[in-house]
């Protein structure tokens, strides 16, 4: 009879306003359900208060909902429905009497583990990544204008990076009354993996060449998340940055053969085909919003536009220590899991609310590593 390895992990987490942003509308929780550990980073959307409104709402539903679940669910059956009812909160009280928190929403991405098998789900553009064998896989799809551009081979990835519409998501928690969930097929995790969940802030900001060399570089789950959110920063740090980095140990004696990650398909367009976009591109590219409705179906609401730094704000050139770990300063400096006062109850619109804090939502810190397997 195969005996199941039993696993542990170390997990690094750490959330930082960034050096442009007023607050940080990113939330990252680790919590514990019956069908599992589910770590999330979401990241809110809907300008002053209800972002930071829609981010902890998703973090307080997926905690709520997925606790509610009956054990013997599937595992990703269950993270379906509590996403969506997750979804649907926000989504009703985006549409409340509070004008403040009109169109309020945010991406999330979420890796729900149980034993030495991972359920990776996302909507938007927040990332999780795959370390494993000294490689970075990315292991979600950004749901953006720009990617499906890049699909279309319209541009690259550099390109869809500096890209005007890089901020403009087609999928998100909040925008409609149901959320179309994108749940990958089951990873089965291998001694020495790492899962690294992230929001734009780093993503959008660091190549995932400078990732993987952190990865490389850094053995301590802690340590590599402090050096790829400072590696954000150093890159300008126009946005919260949020990040959690999971790192798998098992006592399996032989390590199974590694399960394919799914890779990104590809869907160019055949031949010659390719050309035509691409002049097209060229012969348009100043008119974007012909392009915007061609590429966003009309059965999805209109795509939700981050609010990219201000024209005109300056961008400090020398960083910050992030937030969490030795060289944090404030009062939560040591509480990765801590988020800013309840959104509900912040300042009026047009007070900007200081200081980075979280409130906590589970254990601080890095954890020590659990030993045998969960049921
Ligand atoms: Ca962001």
Known sequence: MEKNPSVSLRVGAGAHQGLVREENQDRISRIQSPCGELFIVADGMGGHEGGATAAQ???????????????????????RQATERANADIFRRARGSDPRLARMGATGVLALVQGSTAW??????????????GQLTRLTRDHTLVQRMVDHQMLNEEEARHHPDAHVVTRSFGQRAEIEMEIAPALE??????????SDGLSGLVEDAAIARVLTEQSDAQAATEALIDLALRAGGSDNISVQLIAVQTDAEERPAAVPVAQE????????????????????????????????????PQPSVREPAAPGEVVPQVPQPPATGPNATGPDATDPYAAPSAPE????????????DFVETEPIGT????????P
């Open 57 to 79: 709402m998703l973090i307080d539903g997926l905690t709520e909902h997925l606790r509610a679940v009956p054990p013997e669910m599937p595992p990703d059956e269950a993270l």
């Open 120 to 133: 990776i789900a996302h909507a938007g553009d927040s990332r999780a990544y795959l370390w494993r064998d």
């Open 189 to 198: 995790l291998l001694d020495g993996d790492r899962l690294l969940l992230c």
């Open 265 to 300: 398909p590809h869907r160019g367009l055949p031949g010659a085909l390719l050309w035509v976009p691409l002049i097209l591109v060229l012969v348009l590219a100043g008119f974007m919003l012909p392009w915007r409705s061609w590429l966003a179906p009309a059965a999805e």
């Open 345 to 356: 109850t912040g300042p009026p619109p047009g007070e900007v609310p200081l200081g980075t």
């Open 367 to 374: 954890p020590p590593p659990r030993d045998g397997g969960r």
